[in-house]
């Protein structure tokens, strides 16, 4: 049973994480192709990355909580969709200050994910009771 659970879960719960990791470091890989068409400099750049850990920093808490009240699925679809709509918005780009919106944004619905998946893992997966 935990195997056909497991193919269920894991590929999806996977490939969410692997984009979240993509999606934190990827403002490096985006200022290559932006530096060509916006006239942003590296303290730009550097600025936006750490936007969007403080607005992971300051959103932890409260999309936990928000996850305890209404529960895992809810909350990842809540997560997943917001994080998509602002990475999508993030092409519309234009000014420096829309930049950092979007990266606070990003950090903001991002940061309740890993708690999240990992909750709705141990509703699935329980830990064997062990007594001594």
Same mark, same amino acid.
């Given at each position: 049973?935990?195997?056909?659970?497991?193919w269920r879960i894991m590929p999806l719960l996977l490939t969410a994480y692997v984009v979240a990791f993509l999606d934190r470091i990827n403002i490096g890989y985006a200022q290559l192709q932006m530096k060509e068409? +916006?006239? @942003?400099?590296?303290?730009?750049?550097?600025? !936006?990355?750490?936007?969007?850990?403080?607005? =992971? %920093?300051? &959103?932890?808490?409260?999309?936990?909580?928000?996850?305890?009240?209404?529960?895992?699925?809810?909350?990842?679809?809540?997560?997943?969709?917001?994080?998509?709509?602002?990475?999508?918005?993030?092409?519309?780009?234009?000014?420096?200050?829309?930049?950092?919106? +979007?990266? @606070?944004?990003?950090?903001?619905?991002?940061? !309740?994910?890993?708690?999240?998946?990992?909750? =709705? %893992?141990? &509703?699935?997966?329980?830990?064997?009771?062990?007594?001594?």
């Amino acid at each position: 049973m935990y195997r056909k659970i497991a193919w269920r879960i894991m590929p999806l719960l996977l490939t969410a994480y692997v984009v979240a990791f993509l999606d934190r470091i990827n403002i490096g890989y985006a200022q290559l192709q932006m530096k060509e068409t +916006l006239a @942003f400099s590296d303290a730009v750049y550097a600025l !936006g990355a750490g936007i969007f850990f403080i607005g =992971y %920093l300051l &959103f932890e808490v409260p999309s936990n909580v928000m996850l305890e009240k209404i529960g895992v699925r809810k909350t990842l679809l809540r997560i997943m969709v917001c994080w998509g709509v602002v990475a999508v918005a993030m092409m519309f780009v234009q000014t420096p200050t829309q930049f950092y919106v +979007l990266r @606070f944004l990003l950090g903001a619905f991002e940061a !309740g994910f890993t708690p999240g998946a990992l909750l =709705y %893992l141990t &509703f699935w997966y329980h830990q064997p009771d062990v007594r001594e």
